[in-house]
């Protein structure tokens, strides 16, 4: 309730098949069960999705991350959008912890496409009302959609994680220069000096150059939004090593983990791996030194906020992270 007023129906949950498990965490935080549905994929591809529960005039959220297999997410979301608005649903959230196609965010060479604000109008033209997304690759995107929504950050909860182990020594390391806003924020909330890793394209090919900053004798927080197939991260762990780093750590929200990232970071030794859960890790793909966050009760804080009609930056502020 906002200022004793309710504002929607009583609060839904549905989960698409992109993100099971972290669907199941924010349904045990929130104490609301997930509805039932079903979804068929039907031999010649296409999705038929159903609801085996009424959501007329309810609160839905749709949980359903955009991660691989990517455009069959983006369908499932766009369809259980329709199901649900055709089903006379109160409000639609489409909650996305992960948001495909980020990196097409502007036409940065001759007819190409803008895919992220492609991607964006289809949800909306599905008839979501709201989004919710965590850590855009960049920030304007969230002005590609034509309706309300928040951006979340779950640095803070990797900045909490990192306070609380209290490295001695340690350096901030952005992946590459594109990121280094985001590494300055994360050095001062820890309080630490921060580096960046240089990087020159010839051609290309990206080649590593120089550290900017102090890294020898330290230990190094290597920081980026996503770990994709892990070369940035592994070349970054490569080049503070050669600069005279002694333990390397990486830390990311998004592990899509592509291709052969995982054998990219066992063979690049950190001495921790720290991400989130807003994309599934299956057990083949976790290593022995990898330290996953789980965002469950931190949306469901959030989702709840929402639904009430209560601050989020406020719900956020005062958000204790259990580790």
């Known amino acids: 309730m906002a200022n004793g007023l309710k504002i929607y129906g009583e609060i839904a949950l549905i989960a698409g098949s992109g993100n099971p498990e972290l669907a199941q965490e924010i349904s045990d935080a929130l104490g609301v069960p997930l509805l039932e549905r079903s979804i068929t994929v039907f031999p010649n591809e296409n999705i038929f999705i159903q609801l085996h ?18 455009n069959y997410n983006v369908m499932e979301l766009l369809i259980m959008i329709d199901t649900v608005r055709r089903a006379s649903a109160g409000r639609i959230t489409a909650v996305m912890p992960f948001f495909a196609y980020a990196r097409s965010d502007k036409k940065d060479m001759p007819r190409v496409p803008i895919t992220a604000r492609l991607v964006a109008d289809l949800i909306y033209t599905a008839g ?9 690759h960049a920030g304007q995107i969230q002005g590609f959609f034509n309706m309300p929504g928040d951006e979340l950050s779950a ?6 994680y990192f306070q609380r182990k209290a490295i001695p020594d340690l350096v901030v390391v952005a992946a590459d220069l594109g990121f280094a806003k985001k590494a300055r924020n994360v050095a001062e909330v820890l309080d630490v000096p921060v ?5 020159r394209r010839v051609g290309a090919e990206a080649h590593d150059i120089s550290v900017i900053g102090e890294v020898k004798g330290k230990n190094v927080l290597i920081v980026d939004d996503e770990c994709d197939q892990g070369t940035t991260m592994c070349e970054g762990a490569r080049i503070v090593r050669e600069a005279g780093a002694k333990d390397v750590y990486a830390c990311f929200v998004h592990p899509t983990f592509s291709r052969n990232a995982v054998q990219n970071l066992a063979a690049a030794d950190f001495k921790e791996i720290v991400c989130t859960n807003t994309q599934p890790i299956p057990p083949q793909k976790r290593l022995p030194n990898m330290h996953i966050i789980h965002l469950g009760p931190w949306m469901a804080r959030v989702i709840h906020a929402v639904h009430q009609g209560d601050s989020v930056g406020a719900t956020l502020q005062s958000y204790e992270p259990e580790f």
Do not use: G, H, N, Y
Not at 128 to 136: C, E, P, Q, S
Not at 195 to 199: G, T
């Open 155 to 160: 640095f803070p909860l990797l900045c909490a």
């Open 128 to 136: 979501a009302d709201r989004f919710m997304v965590v850590d855009l």
């Open 53 to 70: 529960q009424t959501v007329r005039s309810k609160d839905v959220f749709i949980i359903q991350p955009t991660c691989s297999p990517v």
């Open 195 to 199: 580096a960046f890793i240089e990087k």
